[in-house]
T-cell receptor, first 117, second 113 residues
Framework: GAVVSQHPSRVICKSGTSVKIECRSLDFQATTMFWYRQFPKKSLMLMATSNEGSKATYEQGVEKDKFLINHASLTLSTLTVTSAHPEDSSFYIC?????????????FGPGTRLTVT | ELKVEQNPLFLSMQEGKNYTIYCNYSTTSDRLYWYRQDPGKSLESLFVLLSNGAVKQEGRLMASLDTKARLSTLHITAAVHDLSATYFCAVEESNFGNEKLTFGTGTRLTIIP
């Protein structure tokens, strides 16, 4: 199947700083990518839909000024957590659909574990 | 708003036994996915179900979809310890693909030797 990578896999930052997470589709082009967050022992919650060349679509309750999304190319979307606080500590996972497959299945990145101290 | 419910939330079963995980969802959709997640890891795709009556099997796992009942099942046959993980179903709201997914609550499966 298609491969989606994330970087970094793990990051620790101090309160008040900003952290950027990258999501790349390695062997296909993705006009749309999705960002999810997962708290310990909980399910995945969609944060936003990242659209190449246009603004991201945020889910209700997600602060767009805090979670900045940039989809600058067909293989890269970035999520920047601005002025991070301990409550932003979570597992962030991106996904992308491969238009080259008949099912348009989504593939998930390996995730980024963010810890804010 | 699309709601996806799984049950049970927790399942502890002995090796060799059979069991079924259920996934109910609240709106019409023909696209349902099953994923496995190991502790500290991301999601591993298990099955993609794209039509009413779809049935797929891989090893000891079999998934089915009934879009009229808005129900999918994940059946485990003769469980082995390696199947211990958390299993999620996810529903795609559109029928065109590459749309956002709504995840179920997850079922944490523990296989006891």
């Amino acid at each position: 199947g298609a491969v989606v990578s994330q970087h970094p896999s793990r990051v620790i930052c101090k309160s008040g700083t900003s952290v950027k997470i990258e999501c790349r589709s390695l062997d296909f082009q993705a006009t749309t990518m999705f960002w999810y967050r997962q708290f310990p022992k909980k399910s995945l919650m969609l944060m936003a839909t990242s659209n190449e060349g246009s603004k991201a679509t945020y889910e209700q309750g997600v602060e767009k000024d805090k979670f900045l999304i940039n989809h600058a190319s067909l293989t890269l979307s970035t999520l920047t957590v601005t002025s991070a606080h301990p409550e932003d500590s979570s597992f962030y996972i991106c996904s992308a659909g491969d238009p080259g497959t008949s099912s348009y299945e989504q593939y998930f990145g390996p995730g980024t574990r963010l810890t804010v101290t | 708003e699309l709601k996806v419910e799984q049950n049970p939330l927790f399942l502890s079963m002995q090796e060799g036994k059979n069991y079924t995980i259920y996934c109910n969802y609240s709106t019409t959709s023909d696209r349902l996915y099953w994923y496995r997640q190991d502790p500290g890891k991301s999601l591993e795709s298990l099955f993609v179900l794209l039509s009413n009556g779809a049935v797929k099997q891989e090893g000891r796992l079999m998934a089915s979809l009934d879009t009229k009942a808005r129900l999918s099942t994940l059946h485990i046959t003769a469980a082995v310890h390696d199947l211990s993980a958390t299993y999620f179903c996810a529903v795609e709201e559109s029928n065109f693909g590459n749309e956002k997914l709504t995840f179920g609550t997850g079922t944490r499966l523990t296989i006891i030797p």
